[in-house]
């Protein structure tokens, strides 16, 4: 069966080949949308309600964020139509550059296949980056600039705020993300979703992802140990922790535990940006962070090896932190 799921989702049941092993599926309990976590007014320069929801969810709402709502909606338009392209318009799309369309990194680790395509390119810097995307739909390159664009300078804001937090210098963190990844992701209706997983569980390798749901809910987070629903909120972001905010932070801050649930109705589309080192860059606590009473975690290591290292754990891995930390 082909691996790319729009192309023949609509079935009356989940083939074998897509069902995950009992231990890794949702389950059929439903799994309750969290009204507590916290959603940001950015208008309002809010430091310690951001560290706030960083400590207690690794995650948070951003509204108030200044990307304009019509670039939003022009974005998740383009990317609906390149999911609907036809299949021989897809199969034209190359690997050069970074520009992948898929819906697994790996099939044979993964053990199952995902219920899900991706189309994944690299958007930083704009200028090197954008010969590389996908030249249909037709508008896709313009509107794309437009939210990398704003993407870029959110992310900047949010990543100044959490410095400020932490206590480090101006613009540290956003010294350090020198990368900026787009996930474009399409959800299929799926017609069993208690066996099926869009995303496994995982943390993702970046400083922050942000993420625009869209309208359908299917994040889930993992908080004191169970699952919670992420709910999508209209016109606001959700900010993700990732493994390199931990490092960098000397375990203040903890990446977020999450994945994607399928939907039995309703093909569900997102847009996950990464905010990442560039793959030369040491990664490490920053210095001010570290003392006496407070050791350093984790080892120094260049950002292109450790995500070397983190897919060799594979995706059902809760987490890597255990395999860099240092032996103090």
């Known amino acids: 069966m082909n691996k790319q799921t729009s192309s023949w989702f609509n079935v009356e049941n989940v083939p074998q080949n897509y069902i995950f092993p009992e231990?890794?599926?949702?389950?059929?309990?439903?799994?309750?949308?969290?009204d507590a976590i916290p959603v940001i007014d950015l208008g309002k320069s809010p430091t310690e309600e951001i560290m706030k929801a960083c400590r207690e969810f690794r995650l948070f709402h951003v509204t108030e964020h200044g990307v304009p709502e019509a670039v939003i909606s022009d974005t998740m338009r383009?990317?609906?139509?390149?999911?609907?392209?036809?299949?021989?318009?897809?199969?034209?799309?190359?690997?050069?550059?970074?520009?992948v369309y898929t819906s697994s990194n790996c099939f044979a680790k993964d053990g199952?296949?995902?219920?899900?395509?991706?189309?994944?390119?690299?958007?930083?810097?704009?200028?090197?980056?954008?010969?590389?995307?996908?030249?249909?739909?037709?508008?896709?390159r313009d509107a794309l600039a437009k939210y990398v664009g704003e993407i870029r300078k959110l992310s900047l804001k949010i990543l100044e705020l959490i410095s400020k937090g932490l206590g480090l210098e101006a613009g540290y963190l956003g010294a350090l993300s020198e990368v900026q990844i787009l996930t474009a992701n399409n959800y299929p209706a799926c017609p069993d979703p208690t066996?099926?997983?869009?995303?496994?569980?995982?943390?993702?390798?970046s400083l922050i992802t942000i993420l625009y749901?869209?309208?359908?809910?299917?994040?889930?987070?993992?908080?004191?140990?169970?699952?919670?629903?992420?709910e999508?909120?209209?016109?606001?972001?959700?900010?993700?922790?990732?493994?390199?905010?931990?490092?960098?932070?000397?375990?203040?801050?903890?990446?977020?535990?999450?994945?994607?649930?399928?939907?039995?109705?309703?093909?569900r589309r997102s847009i996950a940006t990464l905010i990442n080192p560039s793959p030369?860059?040491?990664?490490?606590?920053?210095?001010?962070?570290?003392?006496?009473?407070?050791?350093?975690?984790?080892?120094?290591?260049?950002?292109?090896?450790?995500v070397l290292r983190s897919k060799g754990f594979g995706?059902?891995?809760?987490?890597?932190?255990?395999y860099i930390k240092s032996e103090t």
């Open 195 to 205: 066996l099926t997983l869009g995303l496994l569980r995982h943390c993702d390798p």
């Open 280 to 306: 030369n860059c040491i990664v490490k606590p920053a210095d001010v962070l570290v003392n006496d009473l407070s050791p350093s975690l984790y080892e120094p290591t260049l950002y292109k090896d450790f």
């Open 315 to 322: 995706a059902f891995t809760k987490s890597i932190q255990s």
């Open 213 to 230: 749901q869209g309208d359908i809910r299917g994040l889930q987070i993992v908080k004191d140990g169970q699952w919670i629903g992420v």
């Open 23 to 34: 231990e890794d599926r949702p389950g059929s309990l439903p799994i309750p949308v969290c």
């Open 232 to 267: 999508a909120l209209p016109n606001a972001f959700v900010v993700i922790l990732g493994n390199q905010l931990e490092i960098i932070s000397n375990g203040k801050l903890k990446s977020t535990e999450h994945r994607a649930v399928t939907n039995p109705n309703e093909t």
């Open 112 to 140: 199952a296949h995902l219920w899900r395509d991706c189309l994944k390119h690299p958007c930083h810097p704009l200028e090197q980056c954008i010969p590389y995307w996908p030249q249909r739909p037709t508008e896709y």
């Open 78 to 99: 383009v990317v609906k139509d390149f999911f609907e392209l036809p299949e021989d318009e897809i199969a034209k799309i190359s690997s050069e550059g970074g520009c």
